[in-house]
């Protein structure tokens, strides 16, 4: 059993800033790529930034620039540090993780429970 778990999420005012963190738990063998994602009210669940088991990082277009994703393998945690935020950034945030368990014999991605944040004055 694999879970992960999401933690950093609120309110805070236009040009301000927050970190998530996502940990994975569980019969972890190993974990590839980790990520985040949101879904606003309304619309599709859309890509935010990624992070390889290299440390290779690749960001949306939107939060380029003002966003941070970063990982600590030895605990299986991935964090993003979001700065300059905008209104528009209000969502849910999910983090993704690719994950190899002992209890299934292949890579699978699993997903948390998701954190809101909301950005407004």
């Known amino acids: 059993q694999v879970q992960l778990v999401e933690s950093g999420g609120g309110l805070v005012q236009p040009g301000g800033s927050l970190r998530l963190s996502c940990s994975a738990s569980?019969?972890?063998?190993?974990?590839?790529?980790m990520g985040w994602y949101r879904q606003a009210p309304g619309k599709q669940r859309e890509f935010v930034a990624r992070?390889?088991?290299?440390?290779?990082?690749t960001y949306a277009d939107s939060v380029k620039d003002r966003f941070t994703i970063s990982r600590d393998n030895a605990k299986n945690t991935v964090l993003l540090q979001m700065n300059s935020l905008k209104p528009e950034d209000t969502a849910v945030y999910y983090c993704?993780?690719?994950?190899?368990?002992?209890?299934?014999?292949?890579?699978?991605?699993?997903w948390g429970q998701g954190t809101q944040v909301t950005v407004s004055s």
């Open positions: 993704s993780a690719n994950i190899y368990s002992s209890g299934a014999p292949y890579f699978q991605d699993y």
């Open positions: 992070i390889t088991s290299g440390s290779r990082t």
């Open positions: 569980g019969s972890i063998v190993a974990i590839q790529a």
